[in-house]
């Protein structure tokens, strides 16, 4: 079981650059596929990147495939969702997640989840 908090949310304006950072607490990630979902205001969660922490392997949803970059760091034990370019439809809350095993559809499966950090883009 692990245990992930996120990080790094804040207002900002439309075009600037924001790094999200979610730390696992407890566990071991080497076993784990970790993902970044968001949830904008009255719609329904959306996966956004995926990674596998053995071979960083990554998945993206199309909508983020240019602008978002998902990685990982060993010695921090974090997931990084790097968003470039942001829009005001990027507002939401944006939310870590974890599997073990792994499933074959990498956007779903999740079962380990964060409290989740705000994002609010302005235009």
């Known amino acids: 079981q692990v245990q992930l908090v996120e990080s790094g949310g804040v207002p900002l304006r439309a075009g600037a650059s924001l790094r999200l950072s979610c730390v696992v607490l407890s566990g071991t990630p080497s076993t784990y596929r970790f993902a970044w979902f968001r949830q904008p205001p009255g719609k329904e969660r959306v996966f956004l990147a995926s990674i596998t922490w053995i071979g960083a392997t990554t998945h993206y949803a199309d909508s983020v495939k240019n602008r978002f970059i998902i990685s990982r760091e060993g010695a921090t034990n974090t997931i990084y969702l790097r968003m470039n370019n942001l829009k005001p439809d990027d507002t939401a809350v944006y939310t870590c997640?974890?599997?073990?095993?792994?499933?074959?559809?990498?956007?779903?499966?999740?079962?380990?989840w964060g409290q989740g950090t705000q994002v609010t883009v302005s235009s």
């Open positions: 997640a974890a599997q073990e095993p792994y499933s074959s559809d990498p956007t779903t499966g999740y079962t380990y």
